[in-house]
Structures are given as C-alpha cells and as structure tokens.
C-alpha cells in the first residue's frame, strides 16, 4: 500500500509541471486553435535564461523570474512574427511552423549555451520528509504550491476579467471578441505571452530535476500535448488534471506492469478516454449539422 | 430504370425553355471563365487521364541508366535516401490529402515494413516476398490508426497517432530479443532482386527508382480515380461526400491503409540501404520531415512530393548535419516557406502560371473562348 | 505541355540541390595542407556533432587537435584532411554518416562515442576494409580480426571486476535501473551475468527512456522489492538525476554506477547526492601522475576538465595518428588497419597503449571511484598499472 | 404518373438535439413527378428533416423511397437507393473543378475501384469520357456550356454553382431530389432557368421535395406542400389551398404574407414539358 501511495504522490509532484506545460498549450490552442509544438522549446529557453541569471548571482528566485518573462516573450514574439499569418489556413501549417520554430530555438539554444548539459539547484531542499513509509520533499512541495497557486490565479483570471472572457469567447466565434472591446489581434498575443509565462514557469521549475539539454524541449512538448488533449484541449483545469494524471499512472504502470512499456500504458489509457468522450460528445464522425 | 430516364428525358428538351435568356447568360458566364483563364492555364491537365504509360517508361529507363554514372559516392547514398523518404511521404500525402488525417505516425509505419523485411528476410524468405510482406505490414498498422481515427476530430487523432508511434518505438527498444533493442539488427543476408545486387548504391539506386515509379503512378492513379475523388470530396466537405453516397468511414481507412502500403515499402527499403536497422531513426523527427515534404510539396500530383523530398532528404544530409548554425537557417526556411508559399512547391509554378496569365490575358485582350475549352 | 514545363522545373531544382550538397555539404578541411598533394590522407571523424550529444563531436576534435599537438601534424609526411560524420548518437544516423564518410575513403576512422552508433558502423567498416579507434566500452565492439581497436576497457572485463566488488560488499540483492541505448544494455548484460556468477541476486532490472524527465515509477519499483543496494546506468545527466530522485524518494541503500557518474555533469546535476556512490571507471584526474598531467594540458587549452570520454578519445587520436605514421608512404585503409592492430603508443589512464588479438586494450585500466566535497576521487584499483 | 406509387414518404419523424425536439410527429408522402414544398419560418426545422432524410442526424420514424424502407441505413445507402441532395450553402473547394464536382455526383451510380485508372487505363479513360458526355448534357439543361466543366469551384458565381451542385446531385440519377434553398444566390434570369429544368425533371418520375424562401417560386412550382412551425406540421395542402389558411399564414409569415397574395404567378409557361 506504501509502495502505491509513493507511486502516486512522487506522481503528482511530477505531473504537476506536465499541468502547467498542459495549461499554456491549452490557453493557446483555446483562443488561436493553434497546436503549438514549441511549448516545450519555449519551456527550455525560460530554463536557460533562469540558468544564466543565476549564474550572474541573481537569486534563484529572480532568475526564475526572469526565465518566466523570458518564455512570456519568446511566446509573444512567435505569436506576432509566425503565428499571426496562420490562423486562417488549415491546421497542418500551423503545426509545422511551430515546428519551424522549435528548430529555430533548439539552434540558438545549442549556439548560446553549447550542448553540454547544465543544471540548476532546486528551489528548496531535495531532502525529504518522511510521513509514514512515504517519502515527500520540500523540492516537490514547492512545485506544487506553485503549481496550485498559478493556474489557480489562471482559472480566476480566465473566468473573471475581460481579457480572460475575451478567449474564451474566441474559442467560440473570433467575430464575438470585438463585442468586449478587445481586438482579437490582442488576445492572440496575450495568449501566447501568457502560454509562454507558463512554460517559461514550467521549464525553470523543472530543471532542477531533469537538467538542461537542448533538444529535451520536444519531450517536453509532447509531454504538455498529452496533458492538454486529456485534460480536454481547451481547459485549464483539464490540463492540470490530465497531466497529473498521466505522470501517476505511468509511475503506476512501471511499479506494477512494466518500466519499459509504462509509456505505452499512459498513451493507451489517453486513447481509450479520447474514444469514449468524443464518440459520446458527437455521436457520429461529424461534429455538427451542416449550418443553415 | 425510373431513375436514369428523368435525366435523360429531361436532358433532350432542356434548351428550348431559357432560349430568350440565354445570350445574356453565355456573356456572364464568358466573363467567369475569363476571370478564371489564369487558373484554367494551369490546371494540372484533364483529371482522370494520368500520363502517357510510354513516357513514365522512357523516363525511368533514361534515370535508371544515366544517373547512376553522373551521381557516386556520398551523393548517391544520399539520392537513394531521398527516394525512400519520396515513397512513404507519397503515402503520406495520401493519408494526409485524401483521408484527411494529420498524421506524425509515418515514420512508425515505416518501421513495422523496415522490422518485418530484416526479421523475414534470409535464406527461406525471398527478398520479394519480404518486401511485400513489409507493404502489408505497414497497411494493417497505418489501417488501425485510420480505424481509431476516423472516430475523433483532427487535433485529437494527432495525439492517437503520436501514442501509436511511440508504442511501436517503446516494442522495438524493449523487445531487444527480437528486434536487437537499441542496438538495433542487422540484414541476414544480401539481397537481389531483378538480376540487381542491392548491396551495390548503383543497383539499389536502379531498383527504387523503379519502385519508386510505381509508386508514383499507383498514388497518381488513386487521386485520378473516382474513389480519389470521393476522398478528396471528403476532405473538404464531409457531407457532400456522403451526398453522393460516399462511405466515408470505409474510403478514409483505405486511404490510410494504401498510405501505409507505401510506408512498409519504404522501411524495407531503409533496411536494405543501410543493412541495419534501429529504433531511433524511425522518430518523430522523421516523421515531421515527412509531413513537411508532404505540405512543401503542396497537394498536388506525387511527384512534387518527390522534388521536395529530394530537397529536403538533401538539406536534411548536408545542411543539418555538423553545425548549430545549419539547423537555424534550416528552421528559419520553413517558416519562410510555410508563411510565404501557402500551397507550397505544387503552388509556386501556380502562382508564376497566374502571373503569367494576367500578362498574357491583358495582351491578348479576348483570350476567353479558347480559355473555356483549352 | 504544362506538365512538361512543371517536370522540367522539378528536375532543375532537383540538380541544383545535388549541386549545393555536392559542393559544400559534407565535410570541412581543417587542415592547412593542400587535400590533393600525394601524401595527404583522410581521417574520418563519425560523431554527434548535433542534438544533446554534440559535445562528443567538440572533444573529438579537441582530442586530435591536442594529439595533432604533441605528436606533430604531418605523421609519416601525410597531410591529413577530415572527413566528419555526424552520428547523432544514433545508430541509424551513424550508418548513413558513416557510408557518406567511408564513400570518401579515408585511411581510419575515429569511430561515435555512442556505443550502438558504433555496432551499427561495424559491417560498413569490414565491406570498406577500414579500422576505426574506438572509445565505447559496450563488450561487443571488438571481436578476432575485426576492424575495431579500443582504447578503453570494455564494459565486460570492467564489470566482471565490478561485480566481484559489489558483491563483496556484502551486497545479496540488487535492484539495477538503465538506459535503452545501445551502451546501457550491454553494460547491464554484462554486469547482470557478472553478479549472478558472484551470487548477487537481480531483483529489478527495469529500464527508463532518454527522453524521460522523471524515473519516480523505477525508483518506487526498486524501493517495493527491498533491495539491499541499487545501480544506476545511464549517460551524464541522468546517472545524476537518477541518483538525486533516489536520495529524494528515501531509497535508502548503497548506491554504484557506471563510469558516466564519475563525469562532471553527473556532479553538476546531483551535487552533494553523489558523495558515496561507488563507480567503476578507467579514468580519475587525479589518479597518476599521467592523468594529472593530462588534466592540466586539457583544462588550460580547452578550459574545461576532462573527463574519461575526452581522454579515450584523445588516445584514438594518439592510436590513429601514430598508426599513420608508421605506415609510411602507401597508406590506405588496409595498411593503416594494419598498423592500428600492432600500434603500441603513449597513453594516459595506461603507460602504453598496446592491443591483443581481438583489438583489445592490454592490462586495461578498472578504478573505483566516488565523489567527494565536489571532487571525483580514488577509491580502489581493481586492474592496471599506475 | 402513376397514382398508387410514392416517391418519399415520412411517417412519425422526429429529431431530437439534446432533449430538444427540433422536429417532431412529421408525416407526409410525395408522389413520383410530383414538387413537394416545405415551408415554415426559419428554425421550423425544414433542413432538419431534409438532413433526417439524408442521415446526417439520427432521426426515429419511418422514412420510405419508392416503397423500400432507409431509416436505419448510414447516409451512404440512402443516397444509393435514389436520394439525391443539394446544398444551399454548397463549400467550393479550392482543388476541384466542376468537372470534379460532378463526377462525385456519380460516385454511387458507377463503382469504379482505384486500380482501375493503373491497370486498363483506357476503360478508366471510356468511363471519363462518358461521365463528360453524361456532365455536359446535364449542365447544357441549365443553359450552362461543356467549356464550365474544367472551371474551379472558387472562380464560380454563386447563382452557377447552385445549378452545378444540382448537376452534381443529378448525376447520380436520383429518384427522389432533395433541394435546399435552390434560388438563393441565384438571379432571376437563373431562378427562371431552374424553374424550367425542375420542370423538366418532375415531367419524368422524378420526385423533388423542395425547402425554399423564395415563396413566388414556391408558389409556382409545388404541386402540394407542407407547413412547418416550431418542428411540426401545421398545414398540408396545394399552395393555393395552403396560402389561403389563417393559421397557416400566420406561423408562416406573419405580415409579409400580404405580399404572397398580391403578387401575381410569375410568367413561366408550367407546361413546358
């Protein structure tokens, strides 16, 4: 029973990064409807930057602050300069210019910083508690505070001011906004400052844990990707969830099935909900009836 | 019997009934037919009639015979490549511009074909046999994706194609008995085909060409095919397909299931190549790359997708390799391409042939009436 | 006639691409001598030079720029021109680099850090009749008569030596977590058989993906079947994650680990949770006095401390440059294999570099070490001479 | 034309949305030859029932062509036993031309397996020239000629490519022709076009159920019609009889019904087939 609940807490502590990774990549997708494949690649430069600041002997708190903003730029630039011709063409060209995109930041990732990996000291300390046989850190524990703390802020922030209300109206109609006195031009850009905030978040939170490398953005994308489609592409919530979720039940699968194929389990169980909810929201291959 | 007669009656005695009208309606229609003439000019020929079966012959005997003295060493490795990558991104683009799926699973299907030729292959197994075996394989797995994918929307069937390609790279590393693992294996035996040693760039360079063709002239065929054209039907409007009766569930599984034909092909030809084979390279990396030579391409005929697979297969070999700084201009292309060329390679000669159109419609002055026949 | 017009384009870009490829894609000169005079040679350079390996490429060519150094850079009168390969530490990558490269025919071959890279590149290497120095210490890279020498101990002599350390340790059951590259199965082979043989019980043998970023399910794994110690495979990076998210996760037993745990990186990334992990290694800066003085060349040219990839590589560069050299004037892939297989030259983790029949390091280098107050250190020597 | 046959018949259809009822209880019967008008305010779920018949909704109640049950077939079977459908919104893709158009049309009506095209590519080559010959003739019926058939979609007007989509539903040779909203975006030279050519079509046995705004038109053609209000049926009758009832008029117009009475038939001979 131990061994089941440290499976599952160790879980949430890692899944709660996978949310927030989750949470950007759905806000973007739910105001621009873009699939955004750089996520992660945004994710990591937020963590090279708070690297760097902390080694100039900024505190690490400031540093992760600044890979914060860095990550919130890196995604207004992209929206602004990639983006904003694609949002009427068909979905595949937005997804390979983010592809483009994640290539473009991999380069100057490995030209600023080199490939060698680098690391980073952890918020708070790694040794941890002991609460029964369960073994739970301060490192792990801040994360999620944080974690809890911003995409609670988020939630608020998207169900309460006008900006927030302004995306979830463009999800359903891009015509709707300009009743609140917002061009949609605006949201587009604050959405993918704040998705970029979020990974930015998510990347400095994270590396203490796993480490700088350049090209580990593309896991990281899909990681955000899995979280954000089972959580309910779209929710913020869902993306918390749903990357909770799939880090406990692959810790789940490698104690109790196997470590090799654990992947494969969380991919099977994504699957498998994806059937069952979108075959019980739309009832047949085609979403809607045909307008009139 | 009903049925058929309504049109055809009706078809006899049509004309009389507008006749007062029908002057001022021809001029109208003159005048879209001129406002089209561009687009008419560069249509891409009459649908449904594929190129003179003569001509692909000639062509593919000249390249079988010329190339291999022009193009050697490193290059020609490379031109190979490019002609395997051309085979599974043309069954890609069917999957992707006829059933309609986004679909980063290709390169998994790859290799279920790539895996099944090294594992069949040897002394019982002849190569051809292997080979059509990998075609199969890779039909039965790129059919399941089209099964489970026919029943959600775009963005989710990414992520069920994504867990698909994972799930074959996670038995491929962990099933080290059989597959080597990371390690990945190596080819039992040389193989030859056609009085060809594939062992030899030459030779495997004349017999993917070959395949190749019939590749191109089988995804040609499909898209000029009334079943082509019900999926293209598909692809934009999913109930005017069903309007003219079209099975569209049944249609998009064959599509990803033909699709995938030529992605099992094109693994047990990277088999061959390289005489070994190994998880790693089957990625989602390249998967992207095939998707990319697919919407470079732009929807058209299979051998754009062919051009832009020698492109890319090339800038991929030699730019992206050895430097950061290769990789950057590399990234900074696409999104000058994708933002730039909307339909890709296929649109560029389109949007000249436009241009050249407006010039040559306002010399002529009234281009029109050959402009509507052609 | 537009179709004509659409394949005549098609094949004009398509010969302007082989053109650009051909031109300038493959490889770069570094030397400063003419590539056509009689006796300039190529040296092919397979390696990551892109993606999170890269840096295998970096000390590669540091490696035979130091050697090229002290050795001087004409060995036997021969200009030499590289030719490199970018192996992506992939072993799919690495035979495609490796055919563009051999298609250049160079005289030897500087083969991938990346143990499976390597594996792959073998057949290639025999059809093309070249030998290659290797550094990978995967026990299937040398054979009889094959085409590989390897200027580091293999991972099966290595752990052969280990595991009777472990085991007499008092160590009866042991819970292991690697990589599924080419190198972490093979190690863990090895290793695995190893143990068995000195009665140390393998309760867990599960593995973890390079791309993961959290190994809490194999640590709870390990942590549920009551292991009495753990070992930890994996490349820089992540032999530190790992053994930092185990001291985070209270698994609480004594810790081993393969060489890369001696690296700075693995330091870096686990900082004080490092100190008491035990690791089997062939290199220690600060084991003899050769390494020392190795250290303090590497770390004052290339400001950055060595570590055991760069010094085996710097000894292939020293095998590679010194067969060539004893060549003379007919060098080709042939003779310079030749030479290789009988080479016998300075070394740094050994005095001589000398290999047996199957390209084998003679009296090969086995230390074992751990990490302590930020510092690799000696703890035992298992094998070689000091 | 034949009395005791029926072209469509709908018994006891409803549509539910949700728990919403868009159409509920609707019956009525069409006869072969016949024009048969639905007409009912927006939302009274007049393209529902059209979309009903066709499938693209789930739908409880008997649906019949020609006496054969298709209620529980997938959209696909309907179509092959002899509905035909049009779309008042019809999407041009940009990649097809008309010619395209209007072979799907025919994709029922003739099976033609891919390989065909790669393996006798003269049959393949016959088969096209045939359904050009076919697409030609169906199209010179709305005075459109054999040169449109190698135009894009995109480049069409709108009122044109009403008429090439009821081509392209024509092509499969339909019993029974569903059209919705035919003359919006058509003009009136084209509306008069169209009225010929339906004309035409219902001389033979071809039964045409027709959801329209156009209520001259309607007026004109129908040769009985029902009346649709919030889902169900208020009224059956010829549009004389229908025009005429209170309540009729009432759920259907509200006041613009004043125009339908005082505008005069529209000048097209009806007996020209």
């Known amino acids: 029973m131990s061994t089941f609940i440290q499976a599952v807490v160790a879980g949430i502590a890692a899944g709660a990064v996978y949310g927030l990774l989750g949470a950007g990549f759905s806000l973007a997708y739910k105001t621009t409807g873009i699939i955004n494949f750089a996520h992660g690649d945004i994710a990591m430069l937020g963590a090279y930057v708070t690297f760097s600041v902390f080694g100039w002997g900024a505190p690490l708190f400031v540093a992760a602050l600044a890979g914060v903003v860095a990550g919130g730029l890196a995604g207004a630039v992209m929206e602004r300069g990639v983006l904003r011709p694609l949002y009427k063409r068909p979905l595949v060209a937005g997804i390979l210019a983010t592809v483009g995109v994640s290539v473009v930041l991999q380069s100057v990732i490995q030209l600023v910083w080199g490939s060698l990996p680098l690391t980073l000291p952890s918020l708070a300390s790694s040794t941890p508690w002991r609460i029964g046989s369960v073994a739970f850190s301060p490192a792990q524990a801040v994360l999620l505070a944080v974690t809890i703390i911003v995409s609670t802020a988020l939630i608020f922030a998207v169900d309460r001011t006008r900006v927030g209300r302004g995306m979830r109206a463009c999800a359903q109609d891009s015509g709707v906004v300009v009743l609140f006195g917002i061009s949609p031009e605006r949201l587009y850009l604050t959405a993918f400052a704040i998705a970029g905030m979020l990974a930015g978040l998510a990347g400095a939170l994270i590396t203490p844990t796993i480490g700088l490398t350049p090209s580990r953005g593309v896991s990281l994308s899909v990681l955000g990707f899995a979280a954000a489609v089972l959580g309910g592409l779209g929710s913020v919530t869902g993306a918390i969830v749903g990357g909770i979720a799939i880090a406990v039940l692959r810790n789940l699968a490698s104690v109790y099935v196997s470590a090799g194929y654990a992947d494969a389990v969380a991919y099977l169980a994504i699957v498998l909900v994806l059937l069952v909810r979108v075959r019980g929201l739309l009832g047949d291959d085609l979403e809607t009836v045909r307008s009139v | 019997m009903p049925a058929t007669g309504s049109s055809q009656r009706s078809e006899e005695a049509a004309a009389p009934a507008a006749a007062p009208l029908a002057e001022e309606h021809a001029a109208r229609h003159a005048r879209a037919a001129r406002r089209g003439l561009a687009t008419i000019l560069g249509d891409r020929g009459v649908p449904g009639r594929q190129r003179p079966l003569l001509t692909r012959l000639i062509a593919v005997a000249l390249l079988v015979q010329v190339v291999p003295g022009l193009v050697s060493g490193p290059n020609l490795l490379t031109l190979n490549l490019a002609c395997v990558y051309a085979m599974a991104a043309i069954g890609l683009s069917i999957v992707f511009s006829l059933g309609g799926f986004v679909s980063v699973a290709q390169a998994a299907v790859m290799a279920v074909g790539g895996y099944i030729l090294i594992l069949l292959f040897g002394p019982t197994v002849g190569f051809p046999v292997a080979l059509l075996l990998a075609g199969l394989g890779g039909a039965l797995v790129s059919a399941l994706t089209g099964i489970v994918g026919a029943r959600v929307k775009s963005h989710y069937f990414i992520l069920i194609s994504l867990a698909l390609a994972e799930t074959i790279q996670l038995v491929i590393t962990n099933a080290t008995s059989v597959t080597g693992g990371a390690n990945g294996v190596g080819l039992k035996a040389p193989a030859s085909v056609l009085g060809l040693d594939l062992g030899l760039p030459t030779d495997y360079f004349r017999f993917i060409t070959i395949l190749t063709f019939v590749v191109i002239y089988l995804a040609d065929s499909l898209r000029a095919s009334r079943a082509g054209l019900a999926l293209r039907a598909q692809t934009v409007d999913g109930y005017l397909a069903l309007a003219a009766g079209v099975a569209i569930g049944r249609y998009r599984i064959m599509a990803t299931a033909i699709g995938g034909v030529f992605a099992g092909l094109a693994g047990g030809m990277v088999a061959i190549r390289d005489g070994y084979l190994g998880p790693q390279n089957f990625g989602l990396d390249t998967s992207i790359l095939l998707l990319l030579m697919v919407v470079i391409a732009g929807t058209g005929r299979a051998g754009s997708v062919v051009v832009s697979a020698l492109i890319l297969t090339f800038l991929s070999q030699g730019l992206l390799t050895l430097t950061s700084t290769g990789t950057l201009i590399y990234g900074m292309g696409l999104i000058v391409l994708i933002i730039f060329a909307p339909e890709g390679l296929g649109g560029l000669p389109r949007l000249a042939r436009g241009a050249l159109g407006r010039l040559g419609a306002r010399r002529a002055g009234t281009a029109s009436d050959d402009g509507g026949e052609r | 006639m537009v179709s004509h017009i659409k394949w005549a384009g098609a094949a004009m870009v398509g010969a302007a691409a082989l053109a650009a490829v051909g031109c300038g894609g493959s490889d770069k000169t570094s030397s400063a001598s003419d590539a056509g005079s009689a006796n300039a040679v190529k040296v092919a350079i397979v390696q990551p030079y892109s993606g999170d390996s890269a840096y295998y490429g970096e000390y590669a060519d540091q490696a035979f720029k130091l050697a090229m150094e002290e050795l001087g850079s004409t060995p036997g009168g021969h200009a030499i021109t590289f030719v490199r390969g970018d192996s992506k530490c992939v072993p799919t990558a690495a035979v495609q680099a490796g055919n563009q490269v051999l298609a250049q025919s160079p005289v030897a071959v500087m083969a991938p850090a990346c143990s499976g890279d390597t594996l792959a590149l073998k057949p290639l290497l025999k059809a093309r009749n070249v030998s290659a120095c290797s550094i990978n210490l995967h026990p299937e890279i040398t054979e009889a008569n094959g085409k590989i020498v390897r200027a580091a101990p293999s991972d099966a002599f290595t752990n052969e030596l280990f595991a009777k350390y472990i085991a007499d340790k008092g160590v009866k059951k042991i819970g292991i977590l690697h990589d599924t590259s080419g190198y972490g199965q093979g190690n863990v082979d090895t290793l695995v058989s190893s143990l068995e043989k000195n009665g140390v019980k393998v309760a867990v043998n599960a593995t973890y993906d390079f791309a993961d970023t959290d190994y809490s399910g194999q640590i709870v794994k390990l942590k549920k079947a009551k292991v009495d110690a753990a070992y930890f495979e994996g490349y820089d990076l992540a032999a530190g994650n790992l053994v930092k998210q185990a001291k985070q996760l209270q698994l609480d037993v004594p810790y081993y680990a393969n060489t890369n745990a001696g690296n700075d990186t693995a330091e870096k990334a686990a900082g004080k949770s490092l100190d008491g992990v035990l690791f089997a290694t062939a290199f220690l800066a600060d084991s003899s006095d050769a390494t020392r003085k190795f250290t303090a060349t590497w770390q004052q040219k290339f400001n950055q401390a060595p570590n055991s990839d760069s010094v085996d590589l710097y000894q292939c560069a020293v095998v590679i440059l010194k067969a060539i050299e004893a060549t003379g004037k007919n060098a080709t892939g042939a003779t310079v294999g030749e030479q290789m297989a009988k080479v016998s030259a300075p070394g740094v983790t050994v005095g001589t570099m000398a290999f047996d029949a199957s390209g084998d390091l003679n009296d090969p280098p086995v230390l074992i070490g751990t990490w302590k107050d930020g510092k690799a250190v000696l703890v035992d020597r298992l094998s070689g001479a000091e | ?273």
């Not at chain 4, 006798?120 to 030609?136: F, I, K, M, V, Y």
């Not at chain 4, 169209?194 to 001259?216: F, K, M, P, Q, Y």
């Open chain 4, 1 to 273: 034309m034949s009395a005791g046959e029926i072209g469509l018949e709908l018994r006891d259809v409803s549509v539910q949305f949700g728990g919403i009822h868009a159409v509920q209880g609707v019956d009525f019967s069409v006869a072969p030859s016949r024009v048969h008008g639905l007409v009912g305010p927006n939302g009274s779920g007049k393209t529902t029932i059209l979309n009903a018949i066709c499938g693209f909704v789930g739908s409880d109640g008997e649906i019949e062509v020609g006496g054969a049950r298709i209620d529980g077939m997938g959209s696909y079977g309907r179509m092959r036993r002899g509905l035909g459908r049009t779309f008042q919104n019809p999407r041009p893709a940009r990649e097809l031309t008309v010619r395209d158009l209007l072979r799907i049309g025919e994709h029922d009506r003739k099976a033609q397996p891919w390989w065909q095209v790669a393996l006798t590519p003269r049959a393949a080559d016959r088969a096209l020239r045939e359904s050009n010959e076919r697409a030609s003739r169906l199209l010179a019926m709305v005075d459109i000629g054999p040169g449109l058939l190698e135009q894009q979609l995109v480049n069409l007007p709108a009122g044109v490519l009403k008429m090439v989509d009821i081509a392209r539903a024509l092509m499969g040779a339909p019993r029974v022709l569903l059209l919705d909203e035919p003359t919006s975006g058509m003009n009136d030279v084209e509306i008069d076009l169209l009225h010929a050519a339906l004309r035409e079509l219902s001389g033979d046995s071809l039964t045409i159920l027709l959801v329209e705004h156009n209520l001259r038109f309607m007026f004109d053609i129908c040769d009985s019609m029902t009346v649709l209000a919030t889902g169900r049926v208020v009224g059956h009758g010829t549009p004389t009889e229908v025009f005429q009832r209170e309540e009729v008029i009432h759920a259907y117009m509200g006041s613009s019904t004043a125009s339908v009475h005082e505008s005069r038939p529209h000048p097209v001979e009806p007996s020209a087939g």
